[in-house]
């Protein structure tokens, strides 16, 4: 029985057809499969900021990739980092790679989902000065980050069962006090990437693509914030 339970709990949540669409250049982005990390740059190869992303729990790579294609379309390089068995947990330095691979960015922001984004912070506050920006999405950080020197925005549904959690007072105490955080009306938790079965998820009101939108502008906006 605990075998099986393990296995169900590895079972990766399955993908949407928009994720795997995702994994291709087009003629502005230029999109990169390097031994599992799934990267997205700008045509003209013209980007100085980077955004590194961390996965939820048990949700593929790929499944952030419109999202990342979107952001990358005006203007940055954003790398999504594959975790072993789908948890971030296991794997909270693995920005370091996509910095290490990538000397020409000078602006470096880190973001994940869910999980993800939990360990994205972490992975800020344990590197002071290497990164600028945090997003997190439908996340919040488990750490003190309220006087490093980041431009953070965090970014949840308002159906989220962890809304409250999400922008709530110790939420907001552990980021700097001009964090900005975006509610979207009739968002959920799923939505914030493109895969399904998100368990104990309540149904949005909102399309994928509305919510997948607000998600993309929202880390443009940190983004564009970075100091140069």
Request: glycine share 10%; net charge negative.
């Amino acid at each position: 029985m605990l075998a099986l339970v393990a296995a169900w709990w590895l079972q990766p949540q399955p993908l949407l057809p928009e994720a795997t669409a995702s994994l291709a250049s087009t003629a502005a982005v230029k999109f990169d499969d390097v031994d599992g990390r799934l990267e997205w740059r700008p045509a003209d190869g013209m980007h100085e900021t980077g955004l590194v992303l961390y996965p939820g729990a048990k949700v593929p790579p790929a499944a952030y990739g419109p999202a990342a294609q979107a952001i990358a379309a005006q203007g940055y390089l954003v790398v999504i980092m594959p975790m072993p068995l789908n948890l971030a947990v296991l794997d909270i330095n693995a920005a370091d790679r996509a910095l290490a691979a990538h000397p020409e960015v000078t602006r470096w922001a880190i973001g994940g989902h869910s999980l993800g984004g939990a360990m994205a912070a972490q992975y800020s506050a344990s590197h002071p000065g290497r990164l600028t920006g945090l997003a997190l999405w439908a996340a919040y950080p488990g750490t003190d980050l309220s006087s490093a020197p980041l431009s953070a925005v965090t970014v949840y549904g308002t159906l989220d069962a962890g809304a409250d959690r999400m922008a709530g007072s110790e939420a907001r105490a552990n980021l700097p006090g001009d964090a900005t955080f975006v509610a979207i009306e009739g968002g959920n938790h799923e939505q914030m990437g493109w895969y399904t079965g998100q368990p104990n998820d309540p149904p949005a009101t909102i399309d994928r693509a509305n919510q997948q939108d607000q998600v993309v502008a929202a880390t443009v906006a940190m983004l564009a914030s970075l100091p140069r």
